[in-house]
């Protein structure tokens, strides 16, 4: 089935070092392993080998960056304060003096990694229980971003974009028409281990599930102060407001778990397959659905 929507990219961002600020991008590469240039590409990590994340270390959204990636520029900056730090972009995996600001603003042993074969997004060591990575650029509608700021009395559709640090943003579709990209309509149920083919220009990707949301989104990307009230009404209105042609048990399809019905879940995962390396996605591309097909045949 291919789509008839005109549906069309409007925003990509890319987020170098995990859990950090991103940059906006008209276009980025598609590289090998299925990942697009600069995402997740670093990480911050403890003594212990564990992610220093949003999800761990509430200090991480005290951490402001401004990215150049024409000029390998990166700055860090701690907000509200004069404590910054610059220096090239590539290679911050092998810099002592970094290292060593991190570690005295964490006030505990830290160091920062450089992904060899893939990058550090949440899903590229497999799929549970298939095992199949999935490290594309995460994708959520326009409207969609505007449709949760709605819940929230202090939240825009770019507060929400930066909490819930997605890459690529789709224009002139419904609230939750992304959904289609990992269920079918074509489909009455969906089988889990399947995912969705769809194109970005000329780029196939796969949609392989709907991302079950952490912490993260609850805190203010600034300050790390957290809304307990939160998830709990995002999980009652995104109940609400889930098309009707959208089974809620498609939301746990692809992980350990069939959907637990918190419907505490927002944008799709992507997978693209390594013959995709070399091409770029951009601004403005168009994106048509193809149809469902097997996750294991997607490599």
Not at 88 to 115: K, M, Q
Not at 189 to 197: A, K, Q, S
Request: aromatic share 8%; net charge negative; proline share 6%.
């Amino acid at each position: 089935m291919v789509s008839l929507v005109m549906a069309e990219v409007s925003r990509i961002r890319v987020y170098p070092v995990k859990s950090l600020p991103g940059v906006d991008v008209d276009s980025v590469p598609v590289c090998d392993s299925g990942r697009i240039k600069h995402d997740r590409e670093y990480a911050i990590f403890d003594a212990d080998g564990a992610y220093v994340n949003g999800r761990r270390n509430e200090l991480v959204h005290r951490i402001d960056t401004s990215i150049d990636l024409p000029g390998n520029a990166i700055e860090f900056r701690i907000r509200d304060t004069d404590r910054e730090y610059a220096c090239d972009l590539d290679g911050i995996d092998d810099d002592p003096e970094l290292e060593a600001w991190l570690t005295d603003f964490f006030d505990e042993p830290v160091s920062v990694e450089r992904a060899r074969q893939s990058n550090f997004t949440d899903s590229a060591g497999g799929i549970i229980p298939y095992r199949v990575n999935a490290t594309g650029p995460t994708v959520v509608g326009e409207k969609t971003l505007a449709e949760v700021a709605s819940w929230y009395e202090d939240l825009d559709s770019e507060d929400v974009f930066r909490r819930l640090r997605t890459n690529v943003v789709i224009g002139d579709v419904e609230p939750f028409w992304e959904d289609r990209l990992y269920s079918d309509t074509a489909a009455t149920h969906r089988n889990p281990g399947t995912g969705v083919e769809f194109a970005v220009g000329d780029v196939t990707h796969y949609g392989v599930m709907c991302k079950p949301r952490c912490v993260v989104p609850s805190r203010d990307p600034e300050t790390g102060e957290r809304n307990p009230d939160f998830p709990g009404k995002f999980a009652e209105k995104r109940k609400e407001r889930l098309p009707e042609w959208v089974d809620a048990d498609t939301l746990g399809t692809n992980l350990d778990r069939d959907g637990d019905g918190d419907y505490y879940y927002l944008t799709v995962v992507t997978r693209i397959p390594a013959s995709e390396s070399g091409q770029e996605i951009a601004v403005g591309d168009p994106v048509s659905i193809r149809g469902e097909t097997p996750l294991l045949q997607t490599h």
